[in-house]
């Protein structure tokens, strides 16, 4: 009888390794859908799955920043608060009479300093990433209030270009630019000598310096770079939102971020994880929220959906990195 290898070994390819370390997720993303649509007309409407598209946006570009430090065995859980610092620090600079432009440059650099902040203490003070992490987030979660002085600061109709725009005049600017930020990680992991440096010091970080690999240097640049992306997140946040507010960005965004990432299968440990996968996870988590606005149930079963299937996802995780 002829078998699948068969098939494999006469036309001389296989079938892709995402595809298949992805095809369990990749099932309960569409059977999600499919339920969803069944019990709700609104869910396949244009209006609703540009909602959900843009919903979504940040939440990637956040946890791409988060899926290429994992890979290093690093973590940041700030970045949600990283993310509500900048989205007030651009409310008030355009607030303030700034142009709007040099607001979002200034979020991409107060985040990246705070990122690499993190990669200092992380890298050369030897903390454990959690704990440093969870105590910037604590830090980060008051000055953002102190810096909108707790209310809402409006940016009027500045960067609407970016939280309102579309490109060929239908697709969300803040979706293209959350593919295309997607798109380049995803090359530099791939492709790139600092992407396997990362993948290296993840699998084994000793190893990783006997082979002559800048470990503490690549170290810095990712909890940097990851703090840039959460600064772009949070101008982004302002964008969709047109002020920023108390409630914005902070922990609840963190841990969306983290399940993502971890529900799309990189390694708690290092050494392993796809863009591919991140993607997948932004995508169940932003069909479940709007799954449960759409059904009418109760938003607080929202954090529990979350919680759920971030606890499945890490214990999946773990018994993955037994079986290797």
Do not use: K
Not at 127 to 153: C, E, K, Y
């Amino acid at each position: 009888m002829t078998t699948i290898a068969d098939i494999r070994g006469r036309v001389g390819v296989s079938l892709p390794a995402g595809l298949t370390r992805h095809l369990g997720l990749l099932t309960v993303l569409l059977v999600t859908a499919l339920v969803t649509a069944l019990n709700s007309p609104v869910f396949l409407t244009g209006p609703n799955l540009l909602n959900i598209s843009q919903q979504v946006a940040v939440t990637a570009v956040l946890a791409v920043g988060l899926t290429m430090l994992m890979t290093a065995g690093g973590i940041d859980f700030s970045l949600g608060s990283i993310a509500a610092v900048t989205s007030g620090v651009v409310a008030q600079l355009i607030a303030s009479g700034v142009n709007e432009w040099a607001a979002v440059l200034a979020a991409l650099a107060v985040g990246a300093a705070i990122g690499l902040t993190n990669g200092v203490v992380v890298t050369f003070f030897r903390v454990a990433p959690f704990v440093a992490t969870l105590a910037t987030s604590t830090v980060l979660g008051g000055a953002a209030l102190l810096i909108i002085d707790g209310q809402s600061v409006s940016i009027g109709d500045h960067l609407v270009e970016l939280g309102f725009g579309e490109v060929l005049g239908a697709v969300p600017a803040l979706v293209v630019l959350a593919v295309l930020i997607c798109l380049v990680a995803g090359l530099v992991m791939r492709w790139t000598a600092f992407g396997r440096n990362a993948f290296a010091i993840g699998g084994n970080e000793n190893a990783a310096r006997l082979a002559g690999i800048p470990v503490a240097r690549t170290s810095l640049l990712l909890y940097t770079l990851a703090g840039l992306l959460a600064g772009l997140g949070g101008a982004m946040l302002v964008a969709r939102l047109g002020a920023a507010s108390p409630g914005t960005g902070g922990l609840h965004l963190e841990l969306t971020v983290v399940a993502a990432v971890v529900i799309g299968g990189t390694a708690l440990h290092g050494g392993s994880g796809t863009l591919v996968g991140t993607v997948l996870g932004v995508l169940l988590l932003g069909i479940v929220a709007n799954a449960l606005n759409l059904l009418q149930v109760n938003a607080h079963f929202q954090d529990v959906a979350v919680g759920g299937v971030l606890l499945i996802a890490a214990i999946t995780n773990h018994l993955r990195g037994r079986a290797r």
